[in-house]
């Protein structure tokens, strides 16, 4: 059993920047892919990022590539997600997720385990 904890989102200019944590509790941190996903109002969740559990491998949407980085600290079992140049079309709720079963991670169904999530808004 994994608990995740999101914490860093906030309010934002346009073209800022912010850290995500997500805190797990829980034994063998390193050997579940973590996730990104994000969802806005009125929208379905999308897949943000994944960071793989065997290789530390990234993989990111299309839409962040080259602003957002995932990392993980499996010393600290966090992950985090670190934006900048944000966009008003980033403004959503974000969500960590984790899974044993994948290590290459991009849609929702293949997680067990997700967070609370925490509200990004980026202000143009």
């Known amino acids: 059993q994994v608990q995740l904890v999101e914490s860093g989102g906030g309010l934002v200019q346009a073209g800022g920047s912010l850290r995500l944590s997500c805190a797990a509790s829980?034994?063998?941190?390193?050997?579940?892919?973590m996730g990104w996903f994000r969802q806005a109002p009125g929208k379905e969740r999308e897949f943000v990022a994944f960071?793989?559990?065997?290789?530390?491998?990234?993989y990111y949407t299309d839409s962040v590539k080259g602003r957002f980085t995932i990392s993980r600290d499996n010393a600290k079992n966090t992950v985090y997600l670190q934006m900048n140049s944000l966009k008003p079309e980033d403004t959503a709720v974000y969500y960590c997720?984790?899974?044993?079963?994948?290590?290459?991670?991009?849609?929702?169904?293949?997680?067990?385990?997700w967070g609370q999530g925490t509200q990004v808004t980026v202000s143009s």
């Open positions: 997720a984790a899974t044993r079963r994948y290590t290459r991670a991009p849609y929702p169904t293949m997680y067990n385990y």
């Open positions: 829980g034994r063998a941190f390193s050997s579940y892919t």
């Open positions: 960071v793989s559990n065997s290789d530390g491998n990234t």
